[in-house]
T-cell receptor, first 110, second 113 residues
Framework: AQKVTQAQTEISVVEKEDVTLDCVYE???????LFWYKQPPSGELVFLIR??????QNEISGRYSWNFQKSTSSFNFTITASQVVDSAVYFCALRGKLSFGAGTTVTVRA | DTGVSQNPRHKITKRGQNVTFRCDPISEHNRLYWYRQTLGQGPEFLTYFQNEAQLEKSRLLSDRFSAERPKGSFSTLEIQRTEQGDSAMYLCASSPGLEDTQYFGPGTRLTVL
């Protein structure tokens, strides 16, 4: 069985602040993929990033960065210099038949 | 390249009625997935297809639910004898392969009165 836990239910920040979203997962697989998706108020899930388990190199893509630590089964996601348009629910998900966390609602205030 | 499309976007029905939703995946994507999302929760896996073959069904998918992908292109999800507990957003996604990124459609919001 696999499980994804997003302990933060809501985060509220002021524009330009950084936001870090936590994700902890459980799986018995030795290789797997992790994802972050964004769901704005319109409702459509938007793919953000994908990381495979055998590559722990952390990366930055524009204002997004992620910290994958296999030893602690964590896959945290950071939005740098947040903007109002970043307001959405963010979901962490695990491998093929995606197992989603419950989501973290991010509100960015102007 | 168009994205995943779903129809209808909204469906209101009375308890006991049957409903059918359609999903058109990104062309040439072999895998098609159905998920259900209730308010305040993450999407839950229902079933998936590789081409026309339905490879797995979640235990969430009761006997009242049936999904097809007859020609390996679009898919339909039918709910028979709807119940109020079926009210949710039904999401469809497609991907080239199992571990590839899934791209989601806008969803069909079902309300059962």
């Amino acid at each position: 069985a696999q499980k994804v836990t997003q302990a933060q239910t809501e985060i509220s920040v002021v524009e330009k602040e950084d936001v870090t979203l936590d994700c902890v997962y459980e799986t018995r697989d030795t290789t797997y993929y992790l994802f972050w998706y964004k769901q704005p108020p319109s409702g459509e899930l938007v793919f953000l990033i994908r990381r495979n388990s055998f590559d722990e190199q952390n990366e930055i893509s524009g204002r997004y960065s992620w910290n994958f630590q296999k030893s602690t089964s964590s896959f945290n996601f950071t939005i740098t210099a947040s903007q109002v348009v970043d307001s959405a629910v963010y979901f962490c998900a695990l491998r093929g038949k995606l197992s989603f966390g419950a989501g973290t609602t991010v509100t960015v205030r102007a | 390249d168009t994205g995943v499309s779903q129809n209808p976007r909204h469906k209101i029905t009375k308890r006991g009625q049957n409903v059918t939703f359609r999903c058109d995946p990104i062309s040439e994507h072999n895998r098609l997935y159905w998920y259900r999302q209730t308010l305040g929760q993450g999407p839950e896996f229902l079933t998936y297809f590789q081409n026309e073959a339905q490879l797995e069904k979640s235990r969430l998918l009761s006997d009242r639910f049936s999904a097809e992908r007859p020609k390996g292109s679009f898919s339909t999800l039918e709910i028979q004898r709807t119940e109020q507990g079926d009210s949710a957003m039904y999401l469809c996604a497609s991907s080239p392969g199992l571990e590839d990124t899934q791209y989601f459609g806008p969803g069909t919001r079902l309300t059962v009165l």
